[in-house]
């Protein structure tokens, strides 16, 4: 697909819970775009590496208060972040409101980039980034989420079972919509995409010209 341009201050918001696609989904908008790209789900899974390698107990909210006001975003190689156990830990972080208010000022100062960005998470298109021009909260069924996180963990050599999986993926659903503080919800503005029988190449189509309605408004 060609690479388009991005008229000044272009936000993308990209929500969606986890394996929905949304991250391979922001990655490639943000490589046709030609914008920065900001997953916001590993800022969260900083905060709960770091508070593991410290030994504290990852429910321990003053301790979690106070990391992430001190963490260094440089400090963690990617793959540390990645596994299962710390998207767990991440989901337990990210509901408590200290953690939430310590990472607001980082995504903001990235989407006000001055060509504009694309940020992916939970909460870009309600609490980060309300004003983005162009909002996609992306979805899947649970087991088609399910059955793309058992091939990606799969290719790391990390064993679970399908059913495991699963059950990871409904209560994490649980947690990021049940918690109080900006909790996983599509924002009144932003545009469904339900990519359980879509492939990645159609998806981006359709995303791509989800954000291309947007702009034209
Ligand atoms: O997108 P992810 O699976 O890497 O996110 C890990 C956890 O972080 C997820 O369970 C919820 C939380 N998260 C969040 O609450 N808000 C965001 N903007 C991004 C992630």
Do not use: N, W
């Amino acid at each position: 697909m060609s690479v388009a341009q991005a008229p000044a201050g272009l936000v993308i918001a990209v929500d969606g819970p986890a394996a929905s696609g949304k991250g391979t989904l922001a990655r490639r908008l943000s490589a046709h775009y030609r914008l920065p790209y900001l997953d916001t789900g590993l800022l969260y899974r900083m905060v709960a590496r770091a508070m593991l390698d410290a030994g504290h107990d990852i429910r321990d909210a003053d301790a979690a208060g106070r990391l992430v006001l001190t963490f260094d975003d440089g400090a963690f190689a990617e793959d540390s972040l990645r596994g299962r156990e710390i998207g767990e830990a991440a989901s337990v972080v990210a509901a408590m409101p200290a953690v939430r208010s310590g990472l607001i000022a980082r995504q903001r100062r990235f989407a006000a980039q001055p060509g504009g960005a694309v940020l992916d998470g939970r909460d870009i298109g309600t609490v980060i980034c309300p004003q983005a021009p162009a909002k996609l909260f992306v979805t899947a069924t649970p087991e088609v989420r399910a059955a793309r996180r058992h091939k990606e963990l799969a290719g790391r050599g990390e064993p679970a079972t399908f059913e495991g999986i699963l059950a990871d993926i409904r209560r994490r659903d649980a947690r990021d919509s049940g918690r109080s503080d900006a909790p996983l919800r599509a924002a009144e503005d932003a545009v469904l995409l339900d990519t359980s029988a879509l492939t990645i190449d159609e998806a981006l189509a359709a995303a791509i010209a989800i954000v291309e309605s947007r702009k034209a408004r």
